[in-house]
């Protein structure tokens, strides 16, 4: 840890750069965490461990979280990577799963929270070998959003983010009753479809070794699906991602926050999901099927037992996550702009 790197009123800057003092923060970390409500789930301090397990096998990266305290109280925690290049200065870049995943920085919640944000930003501003910051993956509703437009930082790619709200449903049926004649007419003939094959059922797997199994399937079938359409895989086949994913869902499944809900026949699995949940929302993070079965839209079907499910347990949202897409439309979501930004630090160019 390097302390006293800057003292901003009452404010106390550290910056955590030896991943053996990090562990110590687990407990106040997980605290300040629960200030991002529902996206907790993707803050907390067993989540941010398992990403710089993927950072630290890359050349040149170094752990360089930024912790502000107010006496003894930890109030803003920013989790970045430090990137060493040939003139001996650095990219800032966040410590995240390098997936597409909602990042920001942690930060209390009351009448600190602007001068905390501006603490953290006289930090940046003030260390030279910093060239600049490039943070991807920012919710336009993100704490560190407002501080980023404000300072000029640059967009350098902007996508959306989709969300269902299902506060209105009691019930299952009262979902279904809010979808089109057309769209319950589907649903129950592609069921029977299913059927004719064999027994079909929705499964929630949430054991260690079935989901090291389903986990396993999804990533497979997702690399098949992201070469077909893209014509490379991408993040989903980069080393360390399945492994990453499978290390935090098992974690997470033990305190009730991931699970996998597959969609089988003939106990086979057809479709399934990666799902994590936090406060009332259910978040799809991996979505595959079974290209065979695309006639029978499994990967749909199972949406909709997902959000049926959700309604009947009282959960508020289905966050569809990161990406545009029309088939996230049809379900009649509600979208948040997320962008990639790159500020450029000082003199820097």
């Not at 969300?163 to 592609?190: E, M, T, W």
């Not at 929302?281 to 099927?289: G, I, M, N």
């Amino acid at each position: 840890m390097t302390p006293g790197l800057s003292r901003n009123d009452y404010f106390r800057v550290e910056v955590i750069d030896r991943p053996a003092e990090f562990p110590r923060l687990a407990i106040e970390w997980d605290e300040l965490a629960k200030g991002a409500a529902d996206l907790a789930v993707f803050r907390s301090h067993a989540w941010v461990s398992r990403c710089w397990q993927r950072h630290q096998t890359m050349h040149g990266r170094s752990m360089h979280i930024v912790v502000i305290r107010d006496g003894g109280e930890l109030v803003l925690a920013a989790p970045f990577v430090r990137i060493a290049d040939w003139y001996g200065t650095a990219t800032l870049v966040w410590l995240d799963s390098m997936t597409p995943l909602y990042n920001d920085i942690l930060v209390v919640h009351d009448q600190r929270s602007d001068a905390l944000k501006q603490a953290l930003l006289r930090y940046i501003q003030r260390q030279w070998s910093i060239r600049a910051l490039k943070l991807n993956c920012v919710r336009e509703d993100a704490e560190i959003a407002p501080l980023l437009n404000k300072v000029g930082a640059t967009r350098t790619w902007e996508t959306a983010a989709s969300a269902l709200d299902i506060s209105s449903f009691a019930s299952r049926d009262d979902f279904l009753a809010s979808q089109s004649s057309k769209a319950r007419y589907n649903l129950r003939r592609y069921i029977r479809q299913m059927e004719r094959e064999g027994p079909v059922r929705f499964r929630e797997i949430a054991s260690a070794s079935e989901l090291e199994t389903s986990v396993r399937w999804i990533f497979a079938h997702k690399r098949k699906w992201v070469e077909a359409r893209f014509g490379a895989a991408n993040w989903i086949a980069a080393p360390g991602a399945e492994e990453m994913f499978l290390d935090v869902s098992t974690f997470e499944s033990s305190r009730g926050r991931a699970s996998v809900m597959a969609l089988e026949t003939k106990q086979e699995i057809i479709a399934a999901v990666l799902l994590f949940r936090c406060g009332g929302t259910v978040f799809l993070s991996k979505l595959a099927y079974d290209p065979g079965w695309r006639k029978v839209s499994p990967g749909w079907v199972l949406l909709m037992h997902i959000i049926g499910e959700a309604c009947a347990t009282g959960m508020r949202s289905v966050d569809f996550m990161i990406g545009r897409d029309a088939w996230k439309d049809r379900f009649g979501v509600q979208s948040v702009a997320v962008s990639n930004y790159r500020l450029r630090n000082g003199f820097w160019p």
